[in-house]
């Protein structure tokens, strides 16, 4: 039962620090009202979304394409 445990356990550490996720809400920096349906993309690695009707969007990086400014 334990080593079911552990190996259970590793398999979602292993899941958990694979990817990250940004999330982000787009607004018209005039206005401060938000933008649906705005397509974001992160330089350079062809990694994209488009935010919803109230401006919110989600990035899923894996942990290679994790960049830092």
Known sequence: MKQILLTAFCIFISCVSYSQQISITITDSLTNEYLPFAT?????????????????AELKLKKKERKTP
């Open 40 to 56: 974001v993309y992160l330089k350079n690695t062809g990694i994209g979304t488009t935010s919803n009707f109230n401006g919110k």
